[in-house]
C-alpha cells in the first residue's frame, strides 16, 4: 500500500479558496503514486488562527467538502482530507448554521463519497483556544480500505492512548493522525507517535503543518511508524510531499508473533482476533 501525506503551510496572505485550489492540485498528482492520500489538521485556516475558525467555519458539506470530494475522485484515491472547522445547524434548524462548532475530519472514498467524518475528541488549549470555541466529538471512528482498516485520530489525540486502543478494538490496524503541531513540542510529536504505534502493533501515519500558523511556528516532521516503533518515512520542517510503500499485512504477523494485545487485564474488552 502506498501513502502520501502532504505536509502544506498555511501562508498569510493565501486565501482560502486559492490554498483549497492548490491543495486540490496536490491531490490530484498524487494519481497513481498512492493509494491513501493524507492532509494536516484545520489547514483551511491554521491549527493555532482561532479568531479564524467562527468566521471560516463551513457547514460539513461546504465548500472543503465539495473541493476535496472531487479531487479524491479526479485523483482515484481514499482521501483524508486532514480536518474543517465545521459550522452545525442550530438546534432550531436554521440554515444560518449557527449551532456548536467542532474539528472535524473528511474521508473520501476514491469515488469522491463520503466515507467517514470524525469529529475530535480531544481538544487543545486549556480553557482556551479551541478548548473553548468548538465542542467535543462523541464517536471513534474507522473506516474499512482495500488494504487495511484505518484509525482516525486528530492532533492532540495522540496524548490519550485510551482512544488508540479502542480504536484497535474497533479494528483498526492503521491510524491517521492529522495535525497542526507546534515545533516547540516536536520531540513528543515523534515520541507519541512511535508510542501509539508500538503500543497497538498498528502503522501511523501522521501528517502536520509546515511553516507558521498565527504566529506559532510548526513541527512539521510528518511521519509513518511501523507496527514495532520503526520510522520508515519522515519528513524535514519545510513544505513535502511524504510518501512510503508499506504492508498492512505486517500488523496482523506482529500481533501473531508478539501477542501482547491479547495479554490486557485493564480497560476495555480484548481485541478482535
Excluded at 46 to 53: D, H, I, K, L, N
Excluded at 159 to 171: C, I, K, N, Q, S
Excluded at 196 to 220: D, I, S, W, Y
Excluded at 240 to 249: A, H, K
Aim: with cysteine; hydrophobic share 40%; proline share 6%.
Amino acid at each position: 500500500m502506498r501513502a502520501s501525506l502532504l505536509q502544506i503551510a498555511v501562508n498569510e496572505g493565501e486565501s482560502i479558496e486559492s490554498r483549497r485550489r492548490r491543495v486540490a492540485s496536490l491531490v490530484r498528482e498524487q494519481a497513481g503514486a498512492a493509494d491513501l492520500v493524507v492532509l494536516p489538521e484545520l489547514w483551511t485556516t491554521g491549527a493555532f488562527a482561532y479568531e479564524e475558525f467562527g468566521t471560516e467555519a463551513e457547514p460539513l458539506e461546504g465548500p472543503t467538502y465539495e473541493v476535496m470530494a472531487k479531487a479524491a475522485s479526479d485523483a482515484g484515491v481514499w482521501l483524508h482530507a486532514g480536518s474543517i472547522p465545521e459550522r452545525t445547524p442550530s438546534d432550531s434548524g436554521s440554515a444560518a448554521g449557527d449551532g456548536p462548532l467542532y474539528n472535524t475530519s473528511l474521508v473520501f472514498s476514491p469515488s469522491g463519497d463520503l466515507a467517514a467524518a470524525y469529529r475530535k475528541i480531544h481538544r487543545f488549549g486549556f480553557d482556551k483556544g479551541e478548548a473553548v470555541l468548538m465542542g467535543a466529538g462523541q464517536e471513534l471512528v474507522t473506516v474499512r480500505l482495500p488494504e487495511t482498516t484505518i484509525g482516525v485520530g486528530t492532533c492532540y489525540d495522540l496524548r490519550f492512548p485510551e482512544l488508540f486502543r479502542g480504536l484497535v478494538d474497533a479494528g483498526a490496524e492503521t491510524f491517521v493522525v492529522p495535525a497542526g503541531w507546534p515545533e516547540r513540542r516536536r520531540a513528543h510529536w515523534t515520541l507519541l507517535a512511535q508510542a501509539r504505534a508500538v503500543e497497538n502493533q498498528a502503522f501511523v501515519l501522521a501528517c502536520g503543518t509546515a511553516g507558521t500558523h498565527a504566529g506559532v511556528p510548526q513541527a512539521g516532521h510528518s511521519i509513518v511508524v511501523d507496527p514495532w516503533g520503526e520510522v520508515l518515512a519522515e519528513a524535514g520542517a519545510g513544505e513535502q510531499i511524504l510518501t512510503v510503500e508499506f504492508d498492512p499485512g505486517k500488523v496482523s504477523v506482529t500481533r501473531d508473533q508478539f501477542p501482547a494485545l491479547k495479554d490486557r487485564v485493564l480497560g476495555l474488552a480484548p481485541p478482535r482476533r
